[in-house]
């Protein structure tokens, strides 16, 4: 049974998950990236943090929560005997870690107010196909989990 082994480059303390170990490598770098890093202005939960001012939660910590129940599900399938090669377990890490960086301002309470009949979604894709030029092809097989084209189901 073999594990993707990481090299720790920064440990991230999230409220829900405690300590979270971000690898050194393409996933460091996008979240460094000023496209990522504006994800810690906009908030998970919309127009809510004005009603419940203890409900305040970025989509910066949501992708850094979905990376770290990625990480944990790749983990355990591996553990079970799924094949899951060290490209295909960096790439769904991605892929989960971008999958909202496409959301505006209030997330979805003003999605369709900015822009009308455009996902958050496709503007993640926008995102992520830019990123991907950046990083030299990097990320190919995380847009290709993304958009739900992967030979595999993640």
Known sequence: MRYPVYEKAKIFNDPIYGFISIPKGVIFQLI????????RRIT???LSQLVYS????????????AMHLMRKALTTL???GVEITDEE??????AILLHDIGHGPYSHALEFSL?????????????????????????????DIFKG??????
Request: no cysteine; proline share 1%.
């Open 78 to 80: 591996i553990s079970k």
């Open 32 to 39: 460094d990236h000023p496209y990522f890093q504006r994800l």
């Open 115 to 143: 822009v009308e009949k455009i996902h958050h979604e496709d503007i993640s894709l926008i995102f992520m196909k830019e990123l991907n030029e950046e990083f030299s092809g990097k990320l190919s097989t995380a847009i």
């Open 44 to 46: 998970q939960l919309g």
């Open 54 to 65: 203890g409900a305040y939660h970025t989509r910066f910590h949501h992708a850094i929560g």
């Open 89 to 94: 377990f960096e790439a769904a890490m991605i």
């Open 149 to 154: 084209t992967y030979k595999k189901k993640f």
